[in-house]
């Protein structure tokens, strides 16, 4: 046994900012984040956000997320490593330094491609990698020592590598198909970089004349009316199409009309892509301006007309292309007076036309789902370019197979279905931009236009024997950066060479992401992963053994965070605190329209008048890790946080009362159960459990659960009940200074524990008070990342004393009950009676009195007969037994009755006024639902209310 030392080392009150600042600096600098190099490996991948990013809540929960799982692992013994990296995010990071420069008076055009790359380089060491910092101050554990940027030379090399050898697999090729094209930044883009945002539209009516007189609609009509909201394209059309079934048109299948302004002849199709009760049913078709189209065009083998320049501008020469997949066969010249027009000048030019020449029928409203680039803001136009392309279908076989033998399993299940979806109906993935920032695709021409690919131009002048003297061309246009990042799990590790690293860590154990790029990320990983990277029998690697899929963070009342919106929470503001004038400016600052800002500010100053509270980093983690249940969106409240910012704080207090009531004291080194009575085998037995929780949580990636499992026993386990039993231990003379030593030693031992068990969650806290609790134990380290995590002991559950301790505790609430409930206060000692118990409940009293008359406050106990009538008193049931105060000479009964009769008018005005509230039908009838009940529960609430204080009452008037 030893002498307990002084709580000095924990200051009064917690204050997380100097924590967190002394203890991420200590454990980057120690290198406590690199792999430890024993036992079975761990490696999860960071998704790597964009350079030019800073800290949203979707990265705050999802590194919450990560780093739990990984400072899990690590303590478990694992060799693991969280991979860090950063995306060099091609058209976000291009359009930032265009911009530094727009402000120079200087384009890129006028600097070159050279000297804006050199520009580019210059702000990403300057001013990139502003996210890395803040993920920091999240507390993320990853191996800084190991960041990747996927511009680097290593992945740029492996991104070459890989280019090369797909296209020598015939699995890269360069053709003309529709992108989707941004006219402001003149290149394509994936889906995931288009937002479809619901706008207010018109949907225009047109007459197409039939080419023979003689025919006639049902309804005798010479023409047909086709609705479309793209005025213009209709100079691209090559066919009207209307649904096989739909018996209004089907004598019209075949033949022809004439295209208004082009005088063009189009055929009549069918097609059951056609709705028949849309519009009219009758739709134009122009396959080179839509993906719709173009796909209904190939079935149909019509031609392709593009008449639209990379500008969105009319060309004066349209594209002819007989049929999709051919080259082009001709051009054909665009009508008079539309060459060059913007396409939004050409649509009010075809229009006032229309108008005029009397084939525009009618114009109505509508509310459509405009394609915008998520970067520009422009609408997006579907474009026939040259693109280079992989050939997916071969690599997505093997991809769908992983996942349907199990050997890469989706949490939850579900999104395998989704991942399945997309699988099976995939289709060749455009890899090129146009852009300069970003992998420039290893492709050279001649002067012919033969097209070289090789990792040099060196190497493809030796592969193809071409002189020096020949002049080549490299390709212009770089990868997606979703190509790069596709390489993600084995590039960052050494691909193409044979590392240890690679040998290792790889396959990675856990992808943690959003549903929302399953297949933009994720799915191209699994293909990539899979064709290159191979095990000694030759089968193929998977990237990684687990997707974990959680949902987005969306606001407290479901609404998604958004900048437009005013909503958005930046989970920096929420750890370090943020005053409400900086929170206004940082909300309203950039919105256009200035309504919108006044709208937002006054909303935010409703919301937050103080502005945000620090809460710290624990709490903002332990929140996002409490709300991580699988798969399903989350609402981000912040009274969650300032929950469990309270839950910081109440570790903290209780620190520092074990330790003021340890200290100087002597405690125990070694275990010694045979000193145990109840509280100690009641709280080692339920730490066990607790454990036991927390480790099966995590296997399920249910950090929700975890988080659950935590709090209810450090909160309402250890620190409600233990730390309360302890006290008429401690402070009892007649206990022996052993068992007070064994008791000291069970407080602190726990509670060590505790912290170990909370740190994957909670990092800080835990480490900063492990530092003080384990060497008075005997124990400790250079940081508590490293040290075991609880193990659970089976030998350490004790049933019965659990039993015991629900009694006891059934006990002792029934009386604080009844004493809140007849306004007795605390202080007074309380008679009590008991009835219908049975011989072992009479066992397990004999066995918890001490304890049952002090946390309760009892001053006796007595035991009635079954059949016994008790006085007068208030009373309480736990189990089958009877609990029961006598309440004459406790209580005043006039003065009581009087405080009663206030608390029962007070709740009955509440009551009327919400059933009054109800009985009003234009309330009920206009309210949300989900408001009326509201109201409901509320007068339920107040109702019973009413029934207890009415007893209470009649119970004191019977004294």
């Known amino acids: 046994m030893t002498d307990a030392q002084t709580a000095q080392n924990i200051a009064t009150t917690y204050d997380p ?142 991104l070459k590598e890989v280019f090369v050898r797909l296209h020598e697999d015939g699995l890269i090729y360069r053709g003309k198909r529709l992108v989707n094209w941004d006219p402001k930044l003149q290149t394509a883009l994936s889906d995931l970089e288009v937002e479809s945002k619901e706008e207010k539209g018109s949907l225009w009516h047109f007459k197409y004349f039939f080419e023979d007189k003689s025919v006639k609609t049902q309804d005798g009509k010479d023409y047909l009316v086709v609705a479309t909201t793209r005025p213009e394209t209709l100079l691209g059309d090559t066919a009207v199409a209307v649904h096989p079934e739909d018996e209004r048109y089907a004598h019209l299948v075949g033949k022809n009309i004439v295209l208004p302004i082009t005088g063009r002849l189009i055929p009549i199709v069918a097609d059951d892509y056609v709705e028949k009760d849309f519009g009219t049913g009758c739709v134009k078709i122009t396959p080179a301006h839509d993906f719709n189209d173009y796909e209904l065009g190939k079935r149909n083998s019509l031609p392709i007309i593009n ?54 029928d009618q114009i109505q409203p509508y509310d459509l789902k405009a394609p915008r680039g998520d970067r520009s803001g422009v609408i997006i136009e579907p474009l026939l370019t040259d693109q280079w392309y992989v050939k997916i279908a071969p690599l997505a076989e093997p991809a769908i197979e ?43 021409y001649d002067a012919d236009g033969n097209i070289y690919v090789g990792r040099s131009e060196d190497e493809v002048r030796a592969k193809n024997n071409i002189a020096a003297d020949v002049e080549l061309k490299q390709d212009e246009d770089v990868l997606d950066t979703w190509f790069s990042s596709a390489l993600w799990t084995f590039s960052t590790l050494g691909w193409p060479e044979q590392t240890p690293e690679l040998k290792t860590f790889h396959p990675t154990d856990v992808l943690v992401t959003g549903f929302d790029i399953i297949f933009f990320w994720v799915a191209r990983m699994i293909m990539m992963t899979m064709h290159f990277m191979k095990n000694e029998d030759g089968s193929s690697q998977i990237p990684f053994k687990t997707v974990y899929v959680h949902g987005l ?153 975890a988080a659950q499992a935590i709090y209810d026993f450090i909160w309402n386990e250890y620190c409600d009940w233990y730390v309360e039993l302890t006290k008429p231990v401690l402070n009892d003379a007649e206990v022996s200074e052993e068992r007070k030593a064994e008791v000291r030693r069970v407080l602190l031992a726990v509670m060590e524990a505790s ?33 075991q995590y609880p193990i659970p002991e089976q030998a350490k559950i004790n049933e019965q004393a659990e039993a015991d301790m629900q009694w006891l505790q059934g006990l002792i609430g029934a009386v604080r009950n009844i004493r809140g409930e007849m306004g007795l206060g605390n202080a007074r000692l309380l008679p009590v009676l008991l009835q219908n118990i049975s011989d072992a409940e009479r066992e397990q009293i004999t066995r918890i009195e001490a304890l049952f008359k002090a946390l309760a406050k009892v001053e006796s106990i007595e035991f009635l007969g079954k059949d016994q009538e008790p006085p007068l008193s208030s009373s309480s049931v736990v189990g089958h037994a009877s609990v029961f105060v006598p309440m004459k000479g406790l209580i005043d009964p006039k003065a009581e009755l009087g405080r009663l009769q206030k608390d029962l008018d007070k709740i009955q005005k509440q009551h009327d006024q919400i059933a009054n509230k109800l009985a009003n039908e234009g309330f009920v009838s206009k309210a949300p639902a989900a408001v009326v009940e509201g109201e409901k529960a509320k007068l339920a609430e107040f109702a019973a209310q009413l029934d207890k204080v009415k007893a209470n009452m009649e119970q004191i008037a019977a004294l």
């Open 402 to 444: 992983a996942v349907q033998d199990g050997r890469i399993k989706f949490v939850p299940e579900q999104y395998s279905n989704m991942y399945m979806a997309w699988m099976r109906d995939i289709q060749d993935w455009c890899i090129s931009r146009q852009l300069w920032w970003g992998h420039r695709i290893p492709a050279w």
């Open 17 to 158: 900012t100097e924590i967190e600042k002394k203890w991420y600096k200590t454990w980057e600098e120690q290198g406590y984040f690199k792999p430890s190099g024993h036992g079975e490996s761990f490696c999860i991948m960071i998704p790597p956000p964009n350079v030019t990013g800073s800290l949203h809540m979707g990265h705050g929960f999802n590194n919450a997320i990560m780093d739990a799982l990984t400072r899990y692992n690590r303590m478990m013994g694992k060799n693991t490593l969280w991979q860090p990296g950063t995306d060099h995010a091609g058209i976000a990071t291009q359009m930032v330094v265009e911009r530094q420069l727009g402000l120079q008076g200087v384009t890129r055009h006028d600097l070159g491609r050279e000297k804006f790359i050199e520009k580019v380089w210059e702000w990403k060491e300057q001013s990139g990698g502003t996210i890395t910092k803040q993920i920091r101050r999240l507390g993320s554990s990853v191996d800084w020592s190991r960041e990747r940027f996927t511009m680097d030379e290593g992945l740029s090399n492996a």
């Open 755 to 787: 912290l170990r068990l909370a740190h994957p969650l909670m990092p800080y806290l835990t480490e900063e008070i492990w530092q003080t609790l384990a060497p008075m134990l005997g124990q400790g380290g250079p940081t508590i990342m490293t040290a």
């Open 307 to 360: 008449i639209f320049n990379k500008n969105a501008e009319v060309l004066g020469e349209f594209e002819y292309i007989a049929k999709a997949g051919e080259q082009i066969s001709k051009t054909i010249t665009a009508p008079a007076d539309y060459a060059g027009l913007e396409r939004f000048e050409a649509r009010k030019k075809l229009v006032a036309q229309a108008e005029v020449e009397g084939w525009l």
């Open 553 to 705: 963070v969306r606001d407290g009342e479901g609404q998604k965070m958004s900048k437009s919106k005013g909503n958005v929470l930046d989970p920096l503001d929420l750890i370090d605190g943020i005053d409400l004038e900086s929170l206004v400016a940082k909300r309203t600052t950039g919105l256009m329209n200035p309504k919108d800002a006044a709208k937002i500010e006054k909303s935010t100053r409703k919301e937050f008048p103080e502005g945000i509270n620090a809460y710290g980093t624990d709490a903002v983690r332990f929140t996002f890790c409490a709300l991580a249940n699988t798969g399903r969106d989350i609402k981000f409240d912040l009274k969650r946080v300032e929950g469990y910012r309270n839950f910081c704080n109440k570790i903290w207090n209780a620190t520092r009362f074990v330790l003021m009531n340890v200290e100087g004291q002597t405690v125990g080194q070694q275990a010694r159960p045979d000193l145990w009575e109840l509280p100690e085998q009641w709280i080692m037995s339920r730490l066990q459990k607790a454990e036991a929780a927390v480790h099966q949580a995590f296997a399920t990636y249910r950090l929700d659960l």
